[in-house]
Every structure is written in structure tokens, then in C-alpha cells.
């Protein structure tokens, strides 16, 4: 590095340079990552009203379902759940490289400041001291923007840092709410079969009775038998799934499995379907998915990258300067700088076309998160309405089933049905319950994917620095 001493003028090319490049840095070179391609989404969903939501991020569906053990563990778990931990801490890396590069700390660099002193003599030679020390600074002026569009690229960063938060605090809600919705579809399951044993458990008492009279055979007995026996067989299957959703509610929750299982064995029954909810119109999803955000800042990044290795292939103008004393003697220097990437113009052209490339691909893949969303949306819609549709249709056809085998019960009793159809309704009106349930399950988590495809509940809450 060659410095000109202050006590000779500036040579007058140099000036007359500086001057030149001080004029044309008017603006920041390459593409603006504030001005982005307008993307183009359609005016209404296949089934929506057309109605916009506004801004759907803060609201807590989850309330809806009316089950507070569910608010509970959502409300504790949001603070707890290390995934999010994780995720709020990529944010905090992001803060930090953004804060490096802040106008005057992406400006202003030198080497470490250093100072000695050092105790010497030897044979012949007084013994002494001697003292250094030594300082330098440089100021690089910022003359086609390429710092500038480093700190657009490091504040995309940050706010695409942010948006993932959401997306994992959506994928963590959908996961709980799965969870939890699955462990009481087991409890059902499991009150439904019992349910069902107890009246198999009748229903052989009786047939012994009757054989007892003369009135039923061995192979009757052994028919009832092998229907009881395939219910109670059904238990453990029912209650191995439940331990297993309350154990990965704990893991999801990051809380110990032994209390939180004997929160959920206390049971508050299946989740009910609420009503809605309203699914607003395509565009509000560039505001309220967080993933559709997160996509549109990495591609502001991805142009101000672009900005950032155009501004390296041109000259670069800096004001250094050092200090330093050894041994009592003190020299300073102080002048520009001008620096030509010349020889080195073939790598840094490359590295343009690439950084080129990779922001045509951020262009597509916003683009392609525009349109998953509106599918998710359109889909998860679609399912749940015809869900609600298949809840009804199954809640009927159990009722059916459950006069049926009121009815085949009675007049089995009174001898007036044989015992093959009173079977056929007991495993009728079995199977009619637990689709029933299983509908009803599915609708209620079908409920909450709507809601998290509009991007609701992203931002309800965050966990405090």
C-alpha cells in the first residue's frame, strides 16, 4: 500500500480522478431490490366469496375449537418449543450481520491498534527499552453503491430471518394441533369400543342363557365370542395411539411426557368443527404467508447481490491513512487510494453472471410459493367442505345404525330375529361410530390446515429476547 504524505499536494490526475468517480456515483448500480416484478395471482379462490380478510396473522384460531387443554398447551408452548427456539436464533444471526454492515462499519476499516515495548542489552550494549506503537484506518467511499446494496441484502436477510419464524411457528401449530386432535379421536375410539364390548359382553350372556334352554348352539356361542374377542383386541391398538401422540405432543411441546399424560387422560373430548372460516381473496396471501414473504426476501437479497458483485467490477476510491512511533521516531502518512479491478475483471464477471442466475431463480421461486400457497388454500378449502358434507352423512348413518340395533336387540330378545343378523347390526353399528369419528377428526384438522393456509396465527405470538 503506497501512501502520499500530506506535506506534497495531491498529484492532479489523482484529483481529477477522484473527482470523477465522485460525480458519476449518482446511484446504486444494478437492479433496485425495493422496485420487484409485480407477480400476478388470480382475483378469487375457486370457492371463496371474494371477500378480502386483511391482515389474519395475529388472529389465535385455535380458540375456536373451544377446548381449553388445547389453548393451554398452544399458549405454553409457543415459549418452549425448540423449534422455534432454533428459529428465533437464525434471526438473531441475521440481526448481527446486518448490523455489520451499517454505513460507517462497512466504511471504515484498518488494522488492530498496536503498542510494545520491549527490554533489550546484551554483551557491550546498555541494557533498554524500547517502545512502538502503531495505527491505521481506512475510509472507503461508497461510489456505485455496492455497500449500499449490501446492507439491502443483509436487512432482506433479516426480514426473511423473521418470516421463517413464522413459517416454523405455522408447521409447529399444525403439528400440535394434529397431534392433540389425533390423541382424542383415540379416546373416542377407545370409549366407543368399550362402549361396544359392553353390549357384545350382553349380547353373550344372553345367547348362553338361551343355550342353556336349548335355544342357541356352540357355534353361536362362538360367534359371539369371536366378535367380543375382536373388540377387545382393538384396545391396545387404540391406546398405543394415543401414548404415542401425547408423546410426541411432549417433544413438539418440549415438556416431560409423564404430567402431560395425565393431563390428557383426563380427556375434554373430540375436537369440534367450527364454523368458517373466511378465506379472503389470493392477494392477501403476499402479506399473510409468511413463506410467500420469506421467498420475496430472498429475492431482494438475491438482487442486491447482484448490485454488490457489479459495483466489485468497477473502481474503487479510499482515504487511508496510518500512524506510528518506534523507538521515539514518529511517522504518519496519509492519502486516496484508487483501486482497478483490471486483470481479476474474467472471475468477477462470472461471479455477476452467476449472482445473475441465482436471482432469476429467487424471481421463480417466489413465484412458484405464490402459487403452493393459493393451491393450499383452494385445496384445504375444498376438503374441508366436502368433510362437512361427509360428517353429516356419517352422523346420520349412525344414528341409523344405532336404531337398527336397538331394534335387532329386542327382537332378538323375544326371539324374534336370529342371532347372525343381531351381529351383523352390533358390527354395523360399530364400524358407523367410529367413521363417524374419524370424519368428524378429520374435518377438525382440516379446519386448522385452512386456517394455516391463509397464514393465520403467524404472528399471535413470539418468544421475548
Not at 244 to 271: E, F, I, K
Not at 370 to 381: K, L, N
Amino acid at each position: 500500500m503506497t501512501f502520499l504524505r500530506t506535506s506534497r499536494p495531491f498529484p492532479r490526475a489523482a484529483l481529477s480522478l477522484t473527482a470523477l468517480l465522485l460525480i458519476s456515483a449518482c446511484a446504486a448500480v444494478g437492479p433496485d431490490p425495493s422496485a420487484l416484478p409485480e407477480t400476478r395471482v388470480q382475483a378469487a379462490f375457486d370457492e371463496g366469496d371474494g371477500a378480502s380478510v386483511g391482515q389474519v396473522g395475529t388472529n389465535a384460531f385455535w380458540s375456536g375449537y373451544q377446548d381449553r387443554t388445547l389453548s393451554g398447551l398452544i399458549a405454553g408452548g409457543l415459549g418452549t418449543s425448540l423449534d422455534i427456539i432454533q428459529a428465533n436464533e437464525r434471526i438473531r444471526a441475521a440481526a448481527a450481520d446486518l448490523q455489520a454492515t451499517q454505513p460507517l462499519a462497512s466504511q471504515i476499516s484498518g488494522d488492530p491498534a498496536s503498542a510494545g515495548r520491549v527490554r533489550s542489552g546484551g554483551d557491550g550494549v546498555a541494557t533498554g527499552y524500547t517502545t512502538n506503537a502503531s495505527l491505521s484506518a481506512g475510509f472507503v467511499f461508497d461510489l456505485f453503491g455496492g455497500a449500499r446494496r449490501a446492507r439491502e441484502g443483509a436487512s432482506a436477510a433479516y426480514a426473511s430471518a423473521e418470516a421463517e419464524v413464522q413459517v416454523t411457528r405455522l408447521a409447529w401449530l399444525a403439528e400440535v394441533i394434529g397431534a392433540y386432535s389425533e390423541a382424542r379421536f383415540n379416546q373416542q375410539a377407545l370409549a366407543l369400543t368399550r362402549e361396544t364390548i359392553r353390549a357384545r359382553q350382553a349380547t353373550l350372556e344372553v345367547t348362553n342363557n338361551m343355550l342353556s334352554l336349548g335355544l342357541a348352539t356352540d357355534y353361536d356361542i362362538a360367534q359371539t365370542e369371536a366378535l367380543l374377542q375382536t373388540a377387545q383386541a382393538d384396545l391396545p391398538n387404540y391406546e398405543a395411539q394415543f401414548n404415542a401422540q401425547v408423546y410426541r405432543l411432549s417433544t413438539l411441546l418440549n415438556r416431560q411426557a409423564g404430567p402431560l399424560m395425565t393431563q390428557m387422560q383426563g380427556g375434554s373430548g373430540a375436537l369440534r368443527i367450527p364454523p368458517g372460516p373466511g378465506t379472503g381473496v389470493p392477494a392477501d396471501l403476499l402479506r399473510n404467508r409468511p413463506d410467500v414473504r420469506a421467498a420475496q426476501q430472498d429475492l431482494v437479497q438475491a438482487l442486491a447481490a447482484v448490485g454488490v458483485a457489479t459495483a466489485d467490477m468497477l473502481p474503487s476510491l479510499s482515504l487511508t491513512g496510518t500512524v506510528s512511533d518506534t523507538a521515539g521516531a514518529t511517522a504518519w502518512g496519509f492519502g486516496p487510494r484508487l483501486s482497478l479491478p483490471v486483470a481479476n475483471q474474467g472471475v468477477l464477471q462470472a461471479t455477476r453472471t452467476r449472482r445473475l442466475s441465482e436471482a432469476r431463480s429467487a424471481d421463480l421461486a417466489w413465484r412458484s410459493q405464490v402459487a403452493a400457497a393459493v393451491e393450499d388454500v383452494q385445496t384445504s378449502q375444498s376438503n374441508l367442505r366436502r368433510l362437512r358434507q361427509r360428517v353429516a352423512a356419517l352422523d346420520q348413518a349412525a344414528a341409523s345404525y344405532d336404531r337398527a340395533y336397538d331394534l335387532a336387540s329386542t327382537n332378538f330378545e323375544a326371539g324374534a330375529l336370529p342371532l347372525v343378523d343381531l351381529l351383523d347390526a352390533d358390527r354395523q353399528r360399530a364400524a358407523a361410530r367410529l367413521q363417524a369419528a374419524s370424519a368428524r377428526n378429520d374435518a377438525a384438522r382440516e379446519w386448522a390446515a385452512l386456517q394455516i393456509a391463509t397464514g393465520a396465527g403467524a404472528a399471535v405470538a413470539r418468544i421475548a429476547d
